[in-house]
Every structure is written in structure tokens, then in C-alpha cells.
């Protein structure tokens, strides 16, 4: 028996599914172009009438949004909807300048807590599963997504919100949680605390959805080791809706994109032209039936690629690969281009977790980069292995990795602040822009 919430939409056939992309496009357009001066605008700019769209073979004449375009035009400036039709806001986490502010009309809200159901049915869940949700609640999409979601699946629903890790684990162990749905870091964190407190017996859970933050596949074994589950990866961003644009099936083999909700593309970030499946290039979406703040070709910055191989599923729509890192998430220290994931796989390979921060700095004018990271217990215990030993060897991975000199910590467990969302995994002191 296949876990699917609705199987008449998530195995449609790939033609029937192509001509419902194409006829909701075609009325998307007409949408905004009548409702929304932004689109209407851009749209002339590029010469373009909303009789120009004929399906989905048109969407590349379309030009893209991007977060700057949705900043500049903050809070309303892609609003399609009157603001009376509107039932709630989300809102990005942004730390600098304007915040994203998504609007949502009942039936926008109706499509998101529908995607948050298909994933939830995929991980296994049920009416009779206990659905444990410690992603935040409030501006932050997680908690609300997945809330959603857990209710039109009829599974009890625990809106725990994220922290107070004590808390969390009592309802946990006298409320028999099945399904736990959290940032990975923030399961790696519960798993370290059951540990700790011997609960592993009074533990119920059976499977996680884990997501809003990149993690490996590492991490994901780990996880399930530790909490004795089956981790599934959900992606999604605030813009678009918010967790469930894509999740995953129990192949556990990249997640399936809503196709009847989202059409994806991926182009390559620097010329924006379109690139073949299998080709890793910056994921851009359009919300195919979204009416408040329907997105068109919304560059997200994730890079990663598509996949239409079969799954055995039966799922039909394609799949993302994991994130593999953002276009805009690159650092230039001391002159060397450096993405955070390639430090972290440097650490991984020597087998350290996901338990580290990386410090940037800039001192008289030169740029520091510090790389603090935990022991394992395991490690801890060797005691044949100095320190300094280890400091050596992560200082030599990251210098044939990178090129550069890397100062590096290694520090004993539980010495880095755990996070109850996303981690924070770069402190860029610099100020670069003042
Ligand atoms: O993180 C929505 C979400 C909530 C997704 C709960 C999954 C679970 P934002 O805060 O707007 O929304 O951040 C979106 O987070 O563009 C990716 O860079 C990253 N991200 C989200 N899911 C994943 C994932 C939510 N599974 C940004 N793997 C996105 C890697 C992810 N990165």
C-alpha cells in the first residue's frame, strides 16, 4: 500500500500533468497582469501580453522575480489580491534590511497545508499518528506549514514550537509522538538530549521531516541512528508558500517538487538561460494557482538539479536534489572564494558532525577566518590524540580545500550554542558594505 494523500494528482500521468501546468499558467498570467501593477509592468517592459502565454512551452519568455525585486516593492508591491482577501502573512527571517512579507488568501493557505499533507502522508503519517511540531511558529513558515498539514491528514497535531527542549521531550515520551517535524540540527539536539536522559525506550517516533537548513546525508544517518526513525527531507521557502514545495518519498532519492502547484526550472545563475535536467544550475519557481502573492519565475538562489527518472514511488512529478548550496552564499576571504559547505565537508570527512561555527573577521584591514568545531564523544575519549593534533590535521584539510590558512578549534562536546531552528553556521563580522 503506497502512502499518498491524494493519488489521483501525485501519479498523474506526465502528459494530463503538463496540460494542467499549462492551463493554470495560462490563467495565472491573466491574473496578475490585471491585478498587480509590478507584473503588469514588467511584463510590458519585455513586450509581453498575457495572450503571448499559451502553456507551460512559454514560460521562458516570462521575466524572473527576485528577492531584491520583492524588497523594493515591500510589503504590497506583489500583492494580486484586494488586501480584504487576504487571511494571513508569513514573513522571511531576513537579519538585514526589508523582510519578505508573503500574503495568503484562505484557499493560498488551503493549497499549502494540502502540499504539508502529502508530505506528512509520504513519511507514513495517518489519523492515527501523533504529529510532534517543534519547527517555530509565528512569521517563521514551519510551524504553521506543518500544522496545517498534520490537520488535513486528522493526525493529532502537538503545536509544541521550537525550544524549551524539556518540555518538548515530556510531551514526547506521555503523548506518544510518531511523527517529529524540525530543522535537522534541531534533531540532532533532541537525539543528543534523549540520549542523555536514557529515553530512547520511552521514544514512539517512527519517522521526521527535517528541513528549512541544508544537511547531509551524514547527518540524516545520524539521526536516524540516534532517534531509531526514518528521516525524510522537506524543502520550501517563505516566498513560495513555505515548507512542502517538494518533499520526500520513502525512496528517500531527491524530493518530488507539487508540480500541479509549482512549475520548476533551473538556469544557469550568471546568464539566466534555461539548463537540461541533471544539470546543476539556481531552482526557479512559479506558483502555478497561488492568488495573493503568486510568484512567476522566482529566482530562489538554491542551486541544485532535476530529476523526471522514474521513482518507484509512482510518484509522477519530478525531483529536486537536495540543495547543494546558494547562489549568494559564497564568501570572499582573503581573496579566495569560500562556500561554508566545503568546509563542512573537510570536517565530515574527518568525522566530526554538524557541531560548527565558522568566524570571519577583518583585523587591521585582513580578513580572519576561524573555524571552531566539537569533538564526538568517541573522539573525546581517544586520549592518545592530542588537540593540537587534531587542530593540525582540519588546518591541512581546509588549506588543500581552499588554498588558504584557516585558524581552527577543536573544542570538547556541547562547547557550540545548540539551535532550536535554523543553525547558524557563519558569523561574518565584516562589515563589508558600511
Ligand atoms: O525554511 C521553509 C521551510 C520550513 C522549509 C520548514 C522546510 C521546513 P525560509 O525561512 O524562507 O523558509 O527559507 C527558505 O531555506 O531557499 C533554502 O535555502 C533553505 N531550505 C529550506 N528547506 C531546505 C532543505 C523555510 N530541505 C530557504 N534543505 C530556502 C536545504 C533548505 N535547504
Known amino acids: 500500500m503506497k502512502n499518498y494523500y491524494q493519488p489521483e494528482i501525485e501519479t498523474m500521468p506526465t502528459a494530463q500533468l503538463r496540460q494542467l501546468q499549462s492551463d493554470k499558467l495560462v490563467k495565472q498570467i491573466a491574473h496578475v497582469y490585471d491585478n498587480c501593477k509590478a507584473y503588469r509592468e514588467k511584463m510590458d517592459q519585455a513586450g509581453l501580453k498575457p495572450e503571448d502565454i499559451h502553456g507551460i512551452e512559454d514560460i521562458g519568455k516570462l521575466p524572473f522575480v527576485t528577492k531584491d525585486d ?40 488551503d493549497i499549502w497545508d494540502e502540499c504539508c499533507a502529502r508530505a506528512i502522508v509520504a513519511a507514513g503519517g495517518t489519523k492515527d499518528d501523533v504529529v510532534h511540531v517543534c519547527y517555530g511558529y509565528g ?13 488535513m491528514v486528522g493526525s493529532l497535531t502537538l503545536p509544541m514550537s521550537s525550544g524549551n527542549t524539556d518540555r518538548q521531550l515530556q510531551f514526547m515520551t506521555d503523548l506518544g509522538s510518531t511523527i517529529i517535524c524540525c530543522t535537522p540540527s534541531y534533531a540532532a539536539n533532541l537525539g543528543e538530549a534523549i540520549t542523555e536522559r536514557g529515553l530512547k525506550d520511552q521514544i514512539k517516533l517512527k519517522a521526521g521531516i527535517f528541513g528549512a537548513e541544508p544537511w547531509t546525508e551524514e547527518m540524516r544517518r545520524d539521526i536516524e541512528a540516534t532517534l531509531g526513525i526514518k528521516a525524510y527531507d522537506i524543502y520550501g521557502l517563505t516566498e513560495i ?47 502555478l494557482d497561488k492568488k495573493a ?32 548550496g546558494r547562489s549568494d552564499d559564497m564568501m570572499v576571504v582573503k581573496g579566495v572564494n569560500v562556500w561554508p559547505s566545503q568546509i563542512e565537508q573537510v570536517l565530515f570527512d574527518q568525522g566530526y558532525q554538524a557541531n560548527y ?77 558600511k
Open 70 to 109: 520583492l524588497k523594493e516593492a515591500y510589503p504590497y508591491g506583489y500583492l494580486s489580491v484586494p488586501l480584504s482577501d487576504c487571511v494571513r502573512i508569513q514573513s522571511t527571517s531576513g537579519t538585514t534590511g526589508k523582510r519578505v512579507v508573503a500574503f495568503y488568501s484562505q484557499e493560498d493557505i
Open 139 to 151: 512569521l517563521f513558515t514551519g510551524g504553521p506549514g506543518l500544522n496545517g498539514g498534520s490537520h
Open 241 to 287: 508558500s513555505g515548507p512542502g514545495v517538494s518533499f520526500e518519498c520513502e525512496e528517500q532519492g531527491g524530493m518530488h517538487i507539487q508540480e500541479d502547484h509549482f512549475y520548476a526550472e533551473i538556469i544557469n545563475p550568471e546568464t539566466g538561460e534555461a539548463l537540461p535536467d541533471g544539470e546543476i544550475g539556481e531552482l526557479v519557481f512559479t506558483s
Open 293 to 324: 502573492y503568486p510568484l512567476i519565475r522566482y529566482r530562489t538562489r538554491d542551486l541544485c538539479y532535476l530529476t523526471r527518472e522514474k521513482c518507484s514511488c509512482g510518484r509522477t512529478h519530478v525531483r529536486m536534489h537536495k540543495p547543494m
Open 357 to 433: 561555527q565558522i568566524m570571519v573577521d577583518r583585523v587591521d584591514n585582513r580578513d580572519t577566518i576561524e573555524v571552531q568545531v566539537e569533538m564526538t564523544p568517541e573522539m573525546q575519549k581517544q586520549r592518545d590524540i592530542s588537540v593540537e593534533s587534531r587542530e593540525k590535521k582540519v588546518v591541512a584539510g581546509l588549506k588543500s580545500m581552499l588554498g588558504i590558512k584557516v585558524d581552527v578549534k577543536v573544542l570538547q562536546p556541547k562547547s557550540i550554542v545548540r539551535s532550536e531552528g535554523k543553525a547558524v553556521r557563519v558569523v561574518d563580522k565584516r562589515d563589508l558594505y
